[in-house]
């Protein structure tokens, strides 16, 4: 079965330009996870979304960032204009709900790199 | 304060070594824990949860103490494939998961 999938793997763009990085859930997850990993502050939440209705965006840290789900199968995060300081490991995880017993299961994760 | 704190290590241990790492938490109504795994340049998986009972997986042994709000990971006899990254989560509301920083192990032979 496939798990989550992200896209594109690797990512190296100059500051000022705009990053769409992509994640496909896991069939039949009605929840969404975007998360951020850098060595100074390492794995943060970024946001979440339930059957493609955002439900916490606090952990977004700035307007640059935005993320959508138009549907239960697709969903985006925006960076624009980019910085150096995006530069970070952005995962993308699912899971079946928000239940405290549904596992998340995380994509392989986009490494972006802002010059 | 971080939330989620953990030693960062590394921890150096010869294989067959028991080895164990600790995490606090500071958010009281933090409701489940877990441990995550995450190997070099890998995404995150799922270890275990970690229950106020105890659990054991195997060589895994996973404890929580709310009073003391403290979480233990013991791993014995290790394995040179058990060298990760280990990741202390705290789920505090709505499936929301607040990670540590991770606890670098490395088993050598």
């Known amino acids: 079965d496939a798990g989550v999938i992200q896209s594109p793997r690797h990512e190296v763009t100059e500051m000022g330009q705009e990053v769409t990085l992509r994640c496909k859930p896991i069939?039949?997850?009605?929840?969404l996870f975007w998360y951020r990993q850098t060595m100074m502050r390492g794995l943060e939440l970024l946001i979440y979304?339930?059957?493609?209705?955002?439900?916490?965006d606090s952990g977004m840290p700035e307007d640059r960032f935005s993320a959508k789900m138009p549907n239960a199968s697709f969903s985006t995060l925006k960076i624009q204009p980019s910085e150096p300081r995006d530069s970070a490991v952005y995962f993308c995880?699912?899971?079946?709900?928000?239940?405290?017993?549904?596992?998340?299961?995380f994509g392989p994760g986009t490494r972006l790199t802002v010059l | 304060r971080k939330e989620v704190e953990q030693d960062p290590g590394p921890f150096n241990v010869p294989e067959g070594a028991t080895v164990a790492f600790n995490c606090t938490y500071s958010?009281?109504?933090?409701?489940?824990f877990f441990w995550y795994r995450q190997d070099c340049r890998k995404e995150p998986k799922l270890l275990m949860s970690?229950?106020?009972s105890g659990n054991e997986d195997g060589r895994f042994t996973a404890q929580l103490n709310r009073a003391s709000q403290y979480i233990s990971l013991l791993i014995r006899d290790s394995k040179l494939s058990d060298s990760a990254t280990y990741l202390c989560?705290?789920?505090?509301?709505?499936?929301?998961?607040?990670f540590g920083a991770g606890t670098i192990l490395r088993v050598k032979s």
């Open positions: 995880a699912s899971s079946l709900g928000l239940e405290d017993t549904d596992t998340q299961y």
């Open positions: 069939s039949g997850h009605n929840s």
């Open positions: 979304f339930n059957n493609n209705v955002p439900i916490d």
């Open positions: 958010n009281s109504a933090s409701q489940s």
């Open positions: 970690v229950y106020s």
């Open positions: 989560v705290a789920l505090v509301y709505g499936n929301k998961l607040v």
